[in-house]
């Protein structure tokens, strides 16, 4: 889940130095109608996505390859004819059509509540935002979503602004997400073998303490379920923007807590240490996912976050939701969250 160079990971907070506004200028009409066509559209591929995980494997007879245009449009061809069986088999079997909606729904509940997380802190202190867009992938890719971001077009006032701002979007995230990981774990059902999965997903450390809590056995080959998928993905898209890195959530609560200086410090340490993790990952799990997560990581560093405009303390209570959210990112990140076999 990416979006482009200046807002690279989902959900991050674009800070900009334009004066602050007393009053955030509320959402026009057209805007309102923008992000709520861009929502419908990842409704969609998010169903889709939740299909392809509810559906059994759908053989195709591969299209001919008799002609120049048959070779020219092969994939897209082909790819149209899977999306197409795979809906067509959906609305044939209600209960897939139903996984596929609940992944949708979980999953979009998190990234809304993230979202809205920040947007309603950006309100409260008066600074200008857009309301969350989120990007729709096409279907069968990742998990029907780019995710989703809000760009912050003001000044953060504050130190506390920026604290609170950076950090609601991923705690909002997270309290949705306990409750649908709680389902996911619930209705965890064991494989017949661990054959046949070419992907294994790993527990994150929440799953694992919830499956001692209600005493259910996690087996890496279990079979998926929409609320395990929603959730397992919310963790780590949580993970990811809980890093103490540049412009990440995780990034203004570092600045906010320590100051510029500790900040650049732990940034470096931090991309430091997922590089490493992606190259043990990569020869001990095959998975070459964290190199993706260190290149978004190192185009992190390279953008320069603005100060806010005073440094007042943060206070007991704030020093305490810090603690909280290093807890929350403990949770949330597992250093190698897929075998690839």
Not at 104 to 111: E, K, Q, R, V
Not at 136 to 150: D, E, M, R
Not at 231 to 256: E, F, K, R, Y
Request: some cysteine; overall charge positive.
């Amino acid at each position: 889940m990416a979006e482009s160079v200046r807002e690279i990971p989902p959900f991050v907070v674009d800070l900009t130095g334009n004066p602050a506004n007393h009053h955030a200028v509320r959402p026009t009409t057209r805007e309102w109608l923008t992000h709520a066509a861009l929502f419908f559209l990842t409704v969609i591929t998010t169903t889709i996505a939740g299909i392809v995980i509810a559906a059994p494997p759908i053989d195709l007879p591969e299209p001919p390859l008799a002609t120049v245009i048959d070779y020219l449009f092969y994939v897209p061809r082909y790819y149209l004819e899977i999306v197409f069986a795979l809906l067509s088999f959906a609305f044939q079997h209600p209960r897939v059509l139903s996984e596929g909606l609940v992944f949708s729904a979980a999953l979009l509940a998190i990234l809304t509540a993230h979202e809205f997380g920040h947007y309603v802190a950006c309100r409260r202190y008066g600074v200008n935002a857009t309301l969350p867009f989120f990007i729709p992938a096409p279907p069968l890719f990742l998990a029907g979503t780019f995710g989703a971001f809000i760009k912050i077009k003001s000044a953060i006032p504050s130190r506390r602004a920026l604290f609170d701002i950076g950090l609601a979007g991923p705690l909002a995230g997270f309290v949705v997400a306990v409750p649908v990981s709680v389902l996911g774990v619930l209705r965890m059902q064991a494989a017949a073998s661990d054959t046949g999965y070419g992907i294994v997903f790993h527990d994150p450390l929440l799953f694992r303490l919830l499956g001692r809590l209600f005493s259910v056995p996690l087996d890496p080959y279990s079979l998926p379920n929409p609320y395990y998928m929603a959730a397992w993905i919310g963790l780590l898209v949580t993970s990811l923007n809980l890093m103490p890195v540049g412009q990440l959530d995780g990034g203004h609560g570092t600045l906010a807590v320590f100051g510029k200086r500790v900040h650049h410090l732990i940034g470096r340490i931090a991309f430091v240490t997922m590089a490493v993790l992606a190259v043990l990952g990569f020869f001990w799990h095959g998975s070459p996912s964290g190199f993706l997560y260190t290149v978004l990581l190192g185009v992190m560093l390279k953008v320069r976050h603005p100060q806010p405009a005073s440094m007042e303390p943060l206070g007991v209570a704030r020093q305490i939701v810090a603690i909280l959210t290093l807890i929350v990112f403990a949770l949330c990140f597992w250093p190698f969250p897929i075998t690839i076999g």
